[in-house]
């Protein structure tokens, strides 16, 4: 059986056994199925190396979830179903002839790699079905206010099926792709503050053109040509405006 290597994870897993997909109700299609593993396989070969899987679940205990936020992933601490499961997988990278000592270490620091690195989809049902995400460290902090907006724009989590798996999973990869796996520094881009600020810059511009515009070519009130300034109109509108004979003035 063949081997599938994580080595940015620390894991060794026979292919049987991959943890890219979990489909406990049998809902993905071989092509999506074939289009996660693949999106993962390609990420191994870049410089971060993130990884998105997919898992769906038939049931699940209610402490599983619980205190997840499912519309606001991003700020919620995560969820008991990823952290035991990574724990879980941490434990598979441990030699079992070290001390307990370097076990313990080398379990936690697997774990951590698994935080830091994959994020999780996962559809289940909770009082309703529900397709969320779990994020890695990475990808919360890759992203920015405004890009959070983005993500989870008309992204229902209502929903529970293959469909809505592999919207998340288009969704995400397309942002961890360009954003995660291949920058030297994993940074947030442009926020609110920043959009807002270029959405209104036209608006500010004009308003200090107004402003400069004023100070070059001021109105005093006591301008000592404006009373004849004043006059002269009156006279000229009488002029023009009259039904008299203009040289009757003369």
């Known amino acids: 059986m063949g081997i599938c290597l994580l080595g940015s994870l620390g894991l060794s897993m026979t292919a049987h056994a991959s943890p890219y997909i979990h489909d406990q109700l049998g809902i993905l299609s071989p092509q999506q199925r074939q289009q996660i593993i693949q999106t993962n396989q390609r990420w191994q070969r870049t410089r971060n190396r993130p990884q998105l899987w997919v898992y769906t679940y038939a049931q699940l205990p209610a402490s599983a979830t619980l205190g997840f936020d499912y519309s606001n992933p991003f700020d919620t601490p995560g969820n008991a179903l990823v952290d035991q499961h990574f724990q879980q997988l941490g434990q598979q990278a441990v030699d079992p002839t070290a001390s307990t000592g370097d076990q313990e270490y080398a379990a936690a620091q697997a774990t951590k790699r698994l ?90 511009l004009w308003v200090l053109l107004k402003i400069l515009k004023a100070f070059r070519h001021p109105t005093f009130v006591g301008d000592p040509h404006a009373g004849a300034d004043m006059y002269s109109g009156y006279m000229w509108g009488r002029w023009m405006g009259g039904d008299h004979d203009p040289w009757d003035h003369f």
């Open 115 to 204: 935080h830091d690195k994959v994020s999780v989809i996962i559809i289940y049902p909770d009082n309703g079905w529900h397709t969320v995400i779990d994020p890695s460290d990475n990808l919360t902090k890759g992203v920015s206010d405004f890009q959070k907006w983005q993500l989870t724009r008309r992204l229902s989590n209502k929903q529970g099926t293959a469909q809505s798996a592999m919207t998340f999973f288009n969704r995400y990869q397309k942002f961890i792709t360009r954003h995660i796996a291949k920058p030297a520094k994993i940074t947030p881009g442009l926020g609110w503050g920043w959009v807002s600020f270029w959405i209104l810059s036209p608006f500010l």
